[in-house]
């Protein structure tokens, strides 16, 4: 299983672009990266999937190097709202899935 | 629908209770999991179950005894706990457990305390 490592907090303001990055040099030719967003007492939330280059959707967009050696979610013009805790996972259906300790963005007014 | 729903939200219990946690989920979905969260720690698993068969127990203590009675529904049963297992109890569900895209829906958890 893929270890990840990412910031382990984010101070952004509303209105910017934030970028979190997650590095997960020994990801396996199967893995898929996956980025999910957890509020305090509530339980995680899928934000978007990939395995290479870019994917985009309604929230955010995810972009994969060739090497898959790392990851960027992007989250355009932050909120308060999205003040969370986002967790990057690595790993194919077979293995469990680990969570690492998760970035905390705090977005400011 | 993409919903887990749990119940119940919050839970008192003594160390000498025995109680249950409940998961439901009416999306299809043939993998369910349970995960334990510390406040400021991401969530650990516990248990996984695919197609109603337990397939992962990662050496949880044996006083968390869990049962998945059908494809929809996941138990968590209870009893003589300890105060350090009070925690933020979560399901999640996802279509199958094996697939290289495996996509977890969590419910929004049980908070339990352990007196």
């Known amino acids: 299983l893929a270890k990840t490592t990412q910031p382990i907090s984010m101070d952004s303001y509303e209105g910017q672009e934030v970028n979190i990055t997650c590095s997960h040099n020994?990801?396996?030719?199967?893995?898929?990266i996956t980025w999910y967003q957890q509020f305090p007492s509530q339980g995680p939330r899928f934000i978007i999937q990939?395995?290479?280059t870019k994917v985009t959707n309604e929230v955010a967009s995810l972009f994969i190097p060739a090497d898959r050696k790392s990851s960027t979610l992007s989250l355009p013009r932050v909120s308060l709202s999205d003040t969370a805790v986002y967790y990057c996972?690595?790993?194919?259906?077979?293995?469990?899935?680990?969570f690492g300790k998760g970035t905390m963005l705090l977005v400011s007014p | 629908d993409t919903e887990v729903t749990q119940t119940p939200k919050h839970l008192v219990m003594g160390m000498t209770n025995k109680k249950s946690l409940k998961c439901e989920q009416h999306?299809?979905?043939?993998?369910m999991y349970w995960y334990k969260q510390k406040a400021k720690k991401p969530p650990e698993l516990m248990f996984v179950?695919?197609?109603?068969?337990?397939?992962i127990n990662e050496s949880v203590p044996s006083r968390f005894s869990p049962e998945c009675p059908n494809s929809s529904l996941l138990n968590l049963h209870l009893h003589a706990l300890q105060p350090e297992d009070s925690a933020l109890y979560l399901c999640?569900?996802?279509?199958?457990?094996?697939?290289?895209?495996?996509?977890?829906?969590f419910g929004a958890g049980t908070r339990l305390s352990v007196l």
């Open positions: 999640a569900s996802s279509q199958v457990r094996g697939g290289a895209k495996n996509i977890q829906y």
């Open positions: 020994n990801i396996a030719t199967n893995d898929y």
């Open positions: 990939g395995y290479k």
């Open positions: 996972l690595v790993g194919e259906g077979y293995s469990t899935l680990t």
């Open positions: 999306m299809g979905h043939r993998a």
């Open positions: 179950y695919s197609y109603e068969k337990l397939s």
